[in-house]
Each structure stands twice: as C-alpha cells, then as structure tokens.
C-alpha cells in the first residue's frame, strides 16, 4: 500500500516536470525573446529603458545561456515566488491568478462531485433495469451528453435561457457581489451559481461513467457470488449495493483519473462562453496577446491542479480496491 | 445451463445408432467464414451502427461535392447582407410546383437602427436546379459553375439565404458546405498522424516489454494526466501569425495527435501482450518464422479490427478538438473555413441572441459525433466476431 | 444408507400410499417448468419435472450438463435469472413451523417469505466455490452476514457462531481463518467455508449443486464425507445434484435421472443402479468405468450430443440417441412418467403405450 502511494506520488512528481518543461516551452516557443517584447512594451507605454535594466532583466533570465540554463533559472525564480510579470495588464502574474484559480478549482470540483454523483446511481440502475424505458432515456441522454461538446452545449443553454427565460444565466456571480470582498453571502451567491457550469462541464463525463459502470456492473451481475448472495435470502437492494456495486466500482474508480484532467480542459472554454470569473478567459487573452509568463503559468499551475486531482483520485482508487491494498500480503 | 459440451466420441459399442448431426446449413455458413465476412454480419445487425455509416459516408460526400451544394461564393462579403435571417423555399405556387423564394427588402428599424430585412410576397425569385453560378474547380479537376441550386439568370447570393448570413455577408448554408472538407478531414489526419505514432510504441511497448514498456507507459500515463485544451491552446498560440492555411492545418493536426495516440497506443500494446501469449504465434516462432513476418502476417491481422474500431472512437474527438480550437480562436483562422471557424461568430451572446443562425454549424458537429460513436460502437462490437 | 432411521420405505416392501402417509415428503415438485424466453424462441430449460424430498433423505439428481439440473435447484429458491420463468407446476414446501405446506412457484419471488425460506430454510452449495465468494469481503463478513439475515443475533454472537460452523467443517484454526478473503484459501477450504455458510442457519434442505465437481478426487471424497456426517446430525434432507453416478452411489437414497429438461426415471438408488429400467439410465450406467471390466475394452459412451435446445427432438426427447428407438412410436408421442414397479418410475414406451395423439412440433 506504501509503495502504491509512493509510486504515484513520484510519478505525480515527473509529471509535474514534464509539464513545467511544457509551460515553458510555450513561453520560448514564440518568436523573439520576451525580455525584447518586455522592453518594446515599456518603452511603447513611455518608460525610458536604460540598457542596464535591459541587460539586468537579461542576465535574470539567462538569456545568453543554453536553453536548459534558461530552464532552470526560470525555475530558480518560480521556486522563489517570482512567476514574472504579466506584459499586458503591468502587474506581478500572481495577483492576476489569485481568485481564478481558487474559482477553477470550485468549477471543477463540482463538476467532478457532480458527474461522480450522478453517473454512480444512474450506472447503477441502468444495469440493474437493463433494457427499460429508463434505461434507454438515460442511454439517450448520455450519448447526446458525449456528442455535445460542453462548450456547445453552454452556448445552446445560454441562448435558451436568454430567449425563453429572458435570464443570463452565464457568470458565478449576482452583479450586486461581483466586485464585492469575499463575504458569507458572497460565497453562498457563488454556491447558487456553481450547479450549472457544473452540470455542463460534467454532462460528457457524466455520460462516459455512466456507460462505463453500467458494463461492468453488467458483468457482475452474471458472476456466481450474486446467486450466493440471492441463495441467502438477501434482498435485492441490499444485495446489489453491497457485492455487484462494490466489484464494479474498481474500474469506475479508476477513470476517476482522467476525468479531473478532462474537467479542467473543458472548463476553460465553457468559462469562456459562460463568462465565468476563472482562469480560463484569462489564459485565452494571454495566449493571444503572447503574454508568456502570465500564459506559461497558468498552465504550470493547471497541469499542477490536475494533478494534484488525479493523485487524490488514485489515492481513493487504493482505498477502494483490496487488490490493491493486498499487496502488501503478496 | 446450456452451454455446448463437446460432442460424445462414438464406439462400436453403439454404433447401432445414427446420432442427428447437429450442424446446420447456417453452422456450416459460419465456420467457413472468413473473418471480415463474420464482421460484417455481426455489423449490419447493429441497425444504429448501420445508419451512422452511411449518414457518414454521406457527410463525406458532402465534403467532395461541397461546391456543388453551395450556391454562394462563401468567401464573398457584402456588407448590406449582414445577418439576414433564414428565408424559406416555398415549393408551391398557388396549388402548381414551382420553387421559389421571396425577395428581401431592407429597411431601418426605427428604434434599433439595425438593418432588418422583410420578405415581399409579392417579389417571387424562381429557383432551378444547376443553376450557373460562382467558378469553381469540381474535385480540382475541370473548371465549371453549375451548382446543385440556383437563380434563373440573377445571382444567388442576392437571392436565396436557407440559413442566412453572417456578420459578413457570407453565406451561411454555403460556408457549412465547404466547412465540411476541414472539419472532416483534419480528424481524419489527426487519425492518421496518431495511429502511425499509436501502433508504432504501442506496438514496440507490447512487444518488446521490459524498460521501454515501462517507459512508454509512464509517458502515455503522464502526457494523459495534463489538461489537453491549455497544452493546445499554448501550442497552438505559439503558431506564427503568418502561417497559411495548409501550414496551421497541418500543425493543428501535429498538435491533437500529440495527445491522440495515446488511446491507440493503449490498445495496440494490450492487443500486442494477449497475442504474444497466443498459441499461433508460439507455433509460428517454432516453425521458424522470421519476426516481422509473425508481426505483420499473423498478429496484424488478428488485431487490425480492434484497431478499425478504436480509431473511429477516437475521430469524434479529434473533430471536437479541433471545433474547440477553432471555436477560440486558436485553431484554423479565416479565411480557412470549418465548423468551429463559423461557430467563432457564435461566441458572443449577443449575437447569438439575436442571430440565433450562427449557431447552425453546431447541428453537423454534433451529428457528425453522435454517428462515429455509434458506428464505432458497432464496429468494436463487431471485432470480437466469436465472442 | 445413513441417516435414514426415520423412513425406510424401499429396504421393505411397503406400498406406495403407505409410505406417503408415514412419511410426507418435506419438498413436493409437481410438473414444473422454467422456460427461458431468448430472442430465438424459449428455451424448455426444465420441462415438466416431478420428485419429491423426504425428511433426513438425500434426493440425488442425475443428468449430463444442460439437463436442467442447476435450473431445477434455482427454481426452487426462485432465483431464476432473466429471461427464465417458472410457467407451470408447484413446489410444495412444508415449512418449519408445521403449517400447511406452501407452494414456492407462487410466492413473490422477491418478497419476505421466500426470503426468510432462502438461506433460512433452504439453503444452496455451490459447483464453483473459486467464484460463489466475492472478493471483496473477508469470508467471515459473508457468513455473519447469512446469520443475521435469518436469526435476531448480535454481531459477536454471530462471529462466534461462525467460528463454530468453520471449526464443524473442519476449517483449522477457524479463529483466524474467519478474517481471512476466499482467494486465500485452497479449493478444498472454500468448498467447505460455502458449506459452512449454507449451514449457518440450520436450513431443513441442503441443495448441493455439483459440490465437488470443481475439486480433486482426495478433497471430493472429503466433501462428500463431511456432508453425510452433518446430515446424520442434522436430520437435514439433501438434494445434491451431479453428473457424476459414483457421488450418486455414495450419498443418494433415492435418485431422479434427468434429461433435457425431463425426469426419465426416478427410484431408490438401490433399484436405480441393479435395475435401471429407462435406456438412459442404462447407458449412462454402462458409462461408468469399472475395476471389474475385461482390460483394454473401450468404455462405453452414449452416441451423439445432447441437443440443441431449441431443436429438441419431436416425441421422446432421447429418442434420436435411444438404443430401443421404436420408429413411428417414440418419434411421435411423449411419455409420461409411470411407475414400473412398487418404487420406480420410467418415463419410456417400454413400459407404457402412448396414450395421447400423435403431437405435432
């Protein structure tokens, strides 16, 4: 069981790495160096450049250095709370993340409570109803749910809303707490808000898990140990939730892994059509305008936030499956 | 309960008796088959999986005639066109056949001072079929301008809107036409560029085993835990503003089959380790087979329709990613033409609101999804001719 | 045989109506049939099939795979799965409180009574103990559960019951094997852990499907031991059902020969085995190697395969793999079971002429 936690904990650990190498290949990626467009930038908005500062910011970066020199400064910086400064909006990238992050994170993790809650029961009950009209609706619901991608379908609710409910049902929050300091009532406002990015971010999901748990949990239902368990005089419910469910659930679980990646992918065009407070619209403006370090760390942190999500999904796989746990017995 | 149980060997102890064979003409049909045979009727008795084959197919043909169905130059902007609404094609007048449409008048809203256009009942625009209209080469070959519809001696795009107009003027129903080749196509690039990467570590993970395996895997483990949309997004970003239309297409496609091997990758190396155990293979190895030809003629085979079945699955995708792209701005740019491209006009509500025929082009995508996955359903199904 | 003090009504020579009245039967089946309705038609998986259990007996139940044997015992419990169904016939059950017997083919098969006989009354062993057990419970998880399912016990009292069962089937060390997982223990252990959990309840009916098919020879002779031991203390009736004559041999005191759905024959196991009256019964008999046979003699076997079940012969169902196939009478009509002596019954135009017309199908 240790060595399983330690395993995917080193393995979270390269995968930060590979994706920090990523982040950065994006802000060297476009042409020209950034301290270049750093300085062209200020110098366009008026401030006097001396050569020093230029030659300063230079030596900051290692831009003379090899490529891999220039890796790990960035590092050495971030390491120390430095993640640069956004070119666009002048101001230390980490003040503009702050909020949006934490907003994200919200967006996302009801997304994927949502989609576990209901892909679980509906699983569940289309296997155990194999063939009944639920069973068919809900298999209809969940392939339109898979054909749709979440962003079209944000835009189809949002124009619904707008036309039929005369409602603008984007954002994550009422425009009285918009710009208002964090508060009860601003969290409870944010509380109201979140089901329906929730539910259009896990709709697809939603959709996969539920064809998923459904065929095992369809597998399961053939094995003998259910007819022991009918032979005892169980009921049914009791019997279905505590043997079949319980063996279905191992490889239910472990998709759980990827979902959060998918969540957070989707979730930055959705917030985009639903004008969502995160991070987002965020990362799409500083990709467009080439703002590198405000862009490269937004995806150091996104890559770091799955994840951190997919850690705990598989810490919770352990936890779920004896196979796993048994290791140590072997 | 009734599982076969092997047939009971005869002696001359019984002989006396004649048992009925047991196998029928149908049996017989079976056991010769050969296995695309067995496929195919597995296949054709998924009737969904049937009729998503053709709706694609037919797509696909949309893409090769797409001129032909277009009426419109869709690349043609004119400002006093903008976002004209659907106009219908009424196909009778009064009690005779005769398709035509109504003339548009433009006039002002007078509170709004938008532009409005009013169909006139009185100003009927015949219709014909090949109809002359915009130039263009049909599959590249020869030069012509008949189209699938058209206007008697006027022009099209002054006429005829079945799905209106963008903010540009362009027609819409013409641009989905044309947006099918892209959309279409780069998933089926995207496809390819992942299947070649797919089988090829899939194939060296499975067969090789050992460190590269875990290496490999440890890759796909990692490369399928990063968010996909902001590694696009930065990537695609990082694209040269001045790239052409075939140069971002092409990159588009390197871009999703970074990640879309993966999938494959998987397959072909679970397929790869089951087969290694097989006795065939074992039998081909002690016959003195060379390697490759084991690979290529024996286990390649056995598994290519697995890999026909994964590979639609993984389409749709491909065709979301790049609908997603486009959608923001990142993906294929005007003056290419895809799905996602058109839906770009759809991002503000505003316009959406009150133009809700920007969002036209959501309906194919979603069409074109939901039938991969049911013919790939299908198809994975139909893989397993024996199971 | 063991264990038959109560009734020995085929060691002398009673009568019929006799030995019902002294000894009524614990469990009555009386024509039942469980169809399975597939898209291909229905499967006559049981097909009019009629016995009887007696107090304290053993009921052995015969016939090669897909006769419907296992259906027969999961009829009784109701836990046919989709798409099967009882269609006709009754189980006449006598419960334990001594009221009028109960017909099980009638109850809800998911209601409270048939629950509290499940397990309680009734209780089911199984062919594959590798796969009765989920694995994801400790085995003593599984049988605690089975007792305070039945009895109004506490959990403690419940563990240490268990741990009593384990040591009766002679589980060593029962105290720790109770928290160990199925797929810890031998194939032997398991099969007796299933019986032990089948026992948990004192059940009147012990149905033991194959229960030593999936063991080796040694272990299997050991299952079989233990089974008639807790039957001579228990006073439990038996129905064990198997393809194998030589387990039949041993435990059985009466038999019913089952084939393709149907009871062909049915007897004391004395009378079965030194006068099998219907041809199947006779060459599955001639089947059986034998210590005494001539060397380097072929066994017999029975030609051909059981069929297809959905196309079942017309007539006789054996009639295509019948040693005394009479054209023009077996390939037309279906013989009833009829009793050919004072004990035994035969289903077969041996011993009775066909009576109905010639059906069709």
């Known amino acids: 069981m240790l060595t399983y936690t330690i395993r995917r904990f080193l393995l979270a650990l390269l995968t930060i790495w590979a994706i920090s190498v990523l982040a950065f290949a994006i802000i060297q990626l476009p042409p020209g160096d950034y301290v270049t467009a750093y300085i062209a930038q200020l110098a366009s908005s008026g401030v006097d450049v001396t050569p020093e500062f230029a030659e300063n910011l230079r030596q900051q970066y290692g831009l003379d250095s090899p490529i891999w020199v220039q890796y790990l400064k960035w590092m050495e910086q971030i390491s120390r709370g430095n993640f640069g400064r956004s070119l666009e909006w002048r101001a230390p990238v980490l003040d503009m993340i702050g909020d949006r992050l934490w907003l994200t994170m919200a967006v996302s993790v009801s997304a994927v409570l949502f989609t576990w809650g209901l892909a679980l029961p509906i699983g569940i009950y289309s296997a155990v109803r194999q063939y009944s009209i639920a069973d068919y609706i809900f298999t209809f619901i969940g392939f339109i749910g898979l054909a749709v991608p979440s962003f079209l379908l944000a835009l189809i609710l949002l124009y619904l809303g707008f036309r039929y409910f005369d409602a603008n049902i984007g954002g994550l929050f009422s425009p009285e707490y918009q710009l208002a300091d964090w508060s009860l009532g601003k969290v409870w406002d944010l509380i109201k808000h979140l089901p329906l990015p929730a539910i259009i971010l896990g709709m697809a999901g939603t959709a996969q898990l539920i064809r998923i748990m459904r065929a095992n949990l369809l597998d399961e239902l053939r094995k003998p140990y259910v007819i022991t368990a009918r032979a005892k005089g169980m009921s049914e419910f009791r019997l279905i939730l505590k043997y079949p469910v319980r063996a279905a659930l191992n490889p239910f679980v472990s998709t759980l892994g990827y979902l959060f990646p998918f969540i957070i992918s989707g979730s930055i065009i959705v917030a985009l059509v639903l004008s969502l407070p995160t991070i987002g619209p965020l990362l799409l403006r500083s990709l467009v305008a080439q703002d590198i370090f405000l862009a490269g760390t937004i995806v150091l942190f996104l890559g770091i936030m799955t994840v951190f999500g997919t850690f705990i999904s598989d810490i919770l796989l352990m936890w779920v499956d004896p196979r796993i746990r048994f290791e140590r017995r072997e | ?387 | ?361």
């Open chain 3, 1 to 361: 045989m063991a264990g038959g003090m109560l009734c020995r009504p085929y060691n002398r020579p009673v009568k019929g109506e006799m030995y019902a009245m002294n000894c009524a039967p614990i469990l009555s089946v009386n024509n039942l049939k469980t169809y399975f309705f597939t898209d291909e038609g229905a499967v006559r998986a049981v097909d009019g099939a009629s016995f009887a259990v007696h107090p304290g007996k053993t009921l052995g139940i015969v016939g090669e795979s897909g006769c419907g044997k296992s259906v027969t015992a999961l009829s009784i419990l109701r836990i046919v799965d989709d798409p099967g169904r009882i269609v006709e016939g009754e189980i006449m059950f006598r419960r334990a409180d001594g009221g009028e017997p109960v017909d099980l083919a009638k109850l809800d098969a998911k209601g409270g009574e048939i629950r509290a006989i499940r397990g309680g009354e009734i209780a089911l062993v199984f062919q594959e103990p590798m796969t009765s057990f989920s694995p994801h419970y400790t085995i003593g998880n599984q049988i605690v559960e089975t007792i305070q399912l039945h009895q109004d016990v506490g959990k403690a009292e419940a563990r240490t019951r268990t741990i009593e069962l384990l040591r009766m089937v002679g589980i060593p060390r029962p105290e720790r094997r109770i928290d160990e997982y199925p797929f810890e223990l031998s194939g032997g252990l398991r099969q007796r852990v299933m019986i032990a959990m089948a026992l948990s309840c004192n059940p009147r009916i012990l149905i033991a499907d194959e229960p030593t098919t999936a063991l080796d020879v040694t272990t299997q002779a050991q299952i079989l031991d233990l089974l008639r031991e807790i039957q001579e203390r228990t006073q439990m009736s038996v129905i064990i059902i198997t393809h194998d004559m030589g387990v039949i041999a041993e435990m059985a005191d009466d038999v019913i020969v089952m084939y393709l759905g149907r009871v062909v024959e049915s007897g004391p196991v004395d009378e079965i085995f030194h006068r099998p009256q219907h041809p199947y019964t006779q060459a599955l008999l001639r089947s059986i190697p034998s210590i005494f046979a001539e060397p380097r003699t072929k066994l017999p076997t029975i030609a051909g395969s059981i069929p297809h079940p959905h196309n079942r012969p017309a007539g006789c169902p054996f009639h295509p793999r019948c040693a005394d196939f009479m054209p023009g009478k077996c390939d037309r009509h279906e013989p009833q079971l009829r009793p050919v002596s004072a004990s035994q019954m035969a289903s077969c135009f041996l011993y009775h002429e066909p009576a109905e017309a010639p059906q069709q199908s």
């Open chain 2, 1 to 387: 309960m009734t599982q076969a149980k092997p047939p009971v060997k005869r002696s001359a102890f019984d002989s006396q008796f004649d048992p009925a064979p047991s196998t029928t003409a149908a049996e017989e049909r079976v056991s010769v088959a050969t296995q695309w045979q067995l496929m195919w009727w597995r296949f054709r008795k998924h009737r969904l999986a049937m009729i998503s084959g053709i709706v694609i197919a037919a797509f696909y043909l949309v893409a090769i005639g797409a001129d032909f169905l277009a009426y419109a130059d869709p690349h043609k902007t004119e400002a006093f066109r903008s976002l004209i609404a659907p106009q219908p094609i009424h196909f009778f007048d009064e009690g005779r056949f005769s398709p035509h449409v109504f003339g548009l008048v433009g006039k002002r809203d007078p509170r709004t001072f938008k532009r409005v256009y009013e169909p006139d009942p009185e100003q009927k625009i015949p219709l014909r079929l090949f109809a002359e209209g915009y130039e263009y080469k049909f599959l590249g070959l020869f030069k012509t301008n008949r189209h699938l519809i058209g206007v008697d001696g006027g022009l099209a795009e002054e006429a005829i809107f079945l799905l209106g107009t963008d903010q540009l003027g362009r027609d819409l129903w013409s641009r989905m036409m044309i947006a099918c080749r892209l959309s279409l196509t780069i998933g089926l690039a995207g496809v390819t560029l992942s299947l070649v990467l797919g089988v090829l570590l899939g194939g060296i993970s499975g067969l090789y085993g050992g460190a590269i395996d875990t290496l490999i895997q440890r890759v796909i483990e990692i490369l399928r835990s990063i968010p996909t949309i902001p590694l696009w997004m930065g990537l695609a970003a990082a694209m040269p503003r001045d790239w052409g239309v075939v140069q971002v297409y092409f990159a588009i496609t390197v871009i999703l089959s970074l990640i879309g091997w993966t999938d494959l990758a998987r397959v072909v190396r679970g397929r790869f380790l089951a087969l290694r155990e097989e006795d065939f293979v074992l039998a081909a190895e002690l016959a003195g087979v060379s390697q490759m030809r084991i690979i290529l003629r024996h286990m390649v085979p056995s598994f290519l329709s697995h890999i026909i079945a994964a590979t639609t699955l993984a389409l749709p995708n491909m065709i979301i990613s790049e609908t997603a792209l486009s959608f923001l701005g990142l993906g294929l740019r005007p003056p290419a033409v895809s799905w996602g491209v058109l839906l770009q006009d759809a991002q503000n509500i505003q316009t959406v609101a009150i133009s809700p025929w920007l969002l036209s082009a959501a309906l194919p995508v979603i069409v074109v999804i939901l039938a991969f996955n049911f013919l790939g359903d299908g198809l994975r199904d139909a893989a397993d001719p024996y199971g």
